[in-house]
């Protein structure tokens, strides 16, 4: 299976933590809306009635958003204290999801087997480089998608800028996020992902990075993708 323990262990042991939003994961929520509306704007300014799957979706931050934006998502991942504490605040926070949100512990390898062509988006955010090979999750997240069909990933480049910036300032100077998150090797060139995403039989849409000001607590959408960046694709529709 395409998954590192260590790692599972390591978001899971935050299970409890996601949801809040002054807690070791409040820099996820203060980003999430930046990433909502890449994504809503990818999708023509709305989700309502499109079917999502979320890829390494956690607790849940970013697959609860898209539903309460109108999509019908499914959220996975293999931590299955994550899954827990995702279900229990969609549950605590109303009813009102109960037929537009799902979550399940499977890899997206294996979901890909199940529900090859099942999906309108999909998107992997901030998990690519989490895994051992990263063109195994990008290629399953375009089986999933039906021709036409859309994937937005966000992960983070490989260059110095991206080490002092994403990690020893990020982890280690400024606690934004727990120490150890990431590993400088395991980043991703923009350049890689789009050779990922082509051999899978995507095309690239749109590229932007994200810049994130500590002070404000804010993040926005730049052209400057030397640090974190997202990245939206397409599956051909005679695909």
């Known amino acids: 299976m395409n998954v590192d323990s260590a790692e599972i262990e390591k978001f899971g042991a935050l299970a409890e933590d996601w949801w809040d939003d002054k807690g070791p994961m409040r820099t996820l929520h203060q980003i999430n809306p930046v990433r909502l509306e890449f994504i809503r704007r990818g999708c023509d300014g709305r989700l309502d009635g499109r079917k999502v799957v979320d890829v390494g979706c956690g607790a849940g931050i970013l697959s609860e958003a898209m539903a309460r934006s109108g999509a019908h998502v499914l959220g996975v991942d293999l931590a299955e204290s994550a899954l827990a504490a995702a279900r229990a ?3 605590k ?14 890899a997206v390898e294996d979901l890909a087997q199940e529900a090859a062509g099942s999906f309108d988006v999909v998107t992997c955010m901030e998990m690519l480089e989490h895994v051992p090979d990263p063109q195994s999750v990008v290629r399953a ?48 060139r923009p350049s890689e992902l789009l050779d990922m995403a082509r051999n899978a039989g995507l095309q690239l849409e749109e590229l932007k990075g994200m810049h994130y000001d500590p002070i404000r607590g804010r993040a926005r959408l730049v052209d400057d993708v030397s640090v974190n960046y ?3 694709s397409r599956k051909a529709k005679d695909a």
């Open 93 to 106: 926070t109303g009813p009102d999801l109960s037929g537009t949100l799902e979550y399940r512990a499977i």
């Open 141 to 188: 997240c375009a089986e999933l998608l039906r021709p036409g069909g859309q994937a937005f990933f966000a992960t983070i480049n490989r260059n110095p800028k991206s080490y002092l910036l994403a990690i020893l300032g990020a982890e280690y100077v400024l606690g934004l996020i727990p120490r150890g998150t990431h590993d400088y090797e395991k980043l991703i």
């Open 230 to 232: 997202l990245c939206r």
């Open 89 to 91: 605040h969609a549950q």
